[in-house]
């Protein structure tokens, strides 16, 4: 995604992310200004995987910077996870040529996830592992739907990052099940909310453009 593109997805969603900050780096024109120690830790991985790896990262610092957070290296927990500088909520993405990061107070949110996929990619052979008999269902029956299962899992995905911030574990695909209304807003009920310590419902929004599908959940403060 060239930084023209990537500039108007991240205003379509700052207008819609407000108290978390978000931030947005282009993959391919990505060119330096990580941290040493980040540099370090993307030495490790094959070129592509490192490239992505940092424009996260700067997408993280500046999202970051934005709500006058501290920022040092990023370093990554057990369980590849980000770990965000004290205080503060953070997640990354990447995909569809951009790096995505959102960051917000956790005074403001306890814990949130986004997600980024390139529109419509979702196989169909995966459905049967992300979503209910009921949500396959009704994304059988949508006018497109490869963009709505993809659209669906990016949503499963944010949430997933947003239950694993606040609780240090990992949620099912299917013990998430989504309702979604026609302008993105999604509800999820947690089936094993209680076991994992979130709350039992977490909404989110899911932002659909030609080139990526973005999603996004937060648990509140
Ligand atoms: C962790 C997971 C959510 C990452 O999503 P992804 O679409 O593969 O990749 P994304 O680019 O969107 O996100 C990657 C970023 O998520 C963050 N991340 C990784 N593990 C995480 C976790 N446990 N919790 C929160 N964030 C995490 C990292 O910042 C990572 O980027 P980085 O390594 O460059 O720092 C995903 O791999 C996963 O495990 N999903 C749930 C399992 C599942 O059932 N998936 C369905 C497969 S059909």
Same mark, same amino acid.
């Given at each position: ?40 830790? @993307?030495?490790?991985? %094959? +070129?592509?995987? =490192?490239? /992505? ?6 997408? #993280? !610092? ?70 209910t ?13 490869? @963009?709505?299962?993809? %659209? +669906?899992?990016? =949503?499963? /995905?944010?949430l997933?990052?947003?239950?694993? #911030? !606040? ?8 013990a998430m099940e989504l309702t ?6 999604f509800r999820a009920r947690i089936s094993n909310a ?5 709350p039992a419902e977490i ?19």
């Amino acid at each position: 995604m060239k930084e023209e593109e990537v500039r108007s997805l991240v205003k379509l969603l700052a207008a819609r992310l407000t108290p978390a900050e978000v931030a947005g780096v282009s993959i391919a024109d990505y060119s330096g200004g990580a941290h040493q120690e980040e540099e370090a830790l @993307a030495a490790t991985f %094959a +070129a592509g995987r =490192a490239r /992505e790896f940092l424009a996260g990262r700067l997408a #993280a !610092a500046r999202a970051l910077a934005g709500i006058g957070a501290p920022v040092g290296p990023i370093l990554r927990g057990s369980q590849s996870e980000p770990l965000a500088p004290e205080g503060y909520a953070l997640s990354i993405s990447h995909g569809a040529g951009i790096a995505l990061a959102v960051a917000a107070r956790r005074t403001d949110l306890h814990a949130l996830g986004i997600d980024v996929e390139t529109t419509g990619r979702l196989s169909r052979k995966l459905w049967r592992r992300i979503f209910t008999p009921g949500e396959a269902a009704a994304l059988a029956g949508m006018p497109d739907p490869a @963009a709505s299962a993809t %659209a +669906a899992f990016s =949503a499963k /995905e944010a949430l997933y990052k947003a239950i694993f #911030a !606040a609780s240090g574990h990992g949620a099912e695909m299917k013990a998430m099940e989504l309702t979604i209304a026609p302008d993105g807003v999604f509800r999820a009920r947690i089936s094993n909310a209680g076991a994992l310590g979130v709350p039992a419902e977490i909404d989110g929004f899911i932002l659909i453009t030609k080139e990526a599908t973005t999603a996004f959940a937060a648990i509140p403060a």
